[in-house]
């Protein structure tokens, strides 16, 4: 299960969390890349991120996913969350939600 004690959440770097500004969604391995791609829809449908910010949170978790790395190590490998959408906006929608030949 993708639980951090308070300890282990303030110990991570800025960079461990989809929404750096807001120190939220930390997406350091697979099981907490598979929280976010399951909590942001009702995160988003409560009004407490924007579409914006729901389609960071699950390009984020999908790349972690892809590539077996943190979001930490992505970062420092030069990874942008921004740059990935930009390139390709499909990125940030809910896969679970896309038809086929979308």
Same mark, same amino acid.
């Given at each position: 299960?993708?639980?951090?004690?308070?300890?282990?959440?303030?110990?991570l770097?800025?960079?461990?969390?989809a $929404?750096?500004a807001?120190? &939220?969604?930390? =997406?350091?391995?697979?099981?907490?890349?598979?929280a976010? @791609?399951?909590?942001? !829809?009702?995160?988003?449908?409560?009004?407490?991120?924007?579409?914006?910010?729901?389609? $960071?949170?699950?390009?984020? &978790?999908?790349? =972690?996913?892809?590539?077996?790395?943190?979001?930490?190590? @992505?970062?420092?490998? !030069?990874?942008?969350?921004?740059?990935?959408?930009?390139?390709?906006?499909?990125?940030?929608?809910?896969?679970?939600k896309?038809?086929?030949?979308?």
């Amino acid at each position: 299960m993708a639980r951090l004690t308070e300890a282990e959440r303030e110990a991570l770097p800025d960079t461990a969390f989809a $929404l750096m500004a807001r120190r &939220a969604w930390p =997406v350091i391995d697979r099981d907490h890349a598979e929280a976010a @791609l399951m909590d942001v !829809g009702r995160s988003l449908a409560l009004g407490h991120i924007t579409p914006e910010q729901a389609a $960071l949170i699950r390009t984020c &978790a999908h790349e =972690v996913l892809r590539t077996h790395k943190s979001l930490q190590e @992505l970062r420092a490998g !030069g990874w942008s969350a921004e740059k990935a959408l930009a390139a390709d906006p499909k990125l940030g929608e809910d896969w679970n939600k896309l038809k086929p030949g979308t």
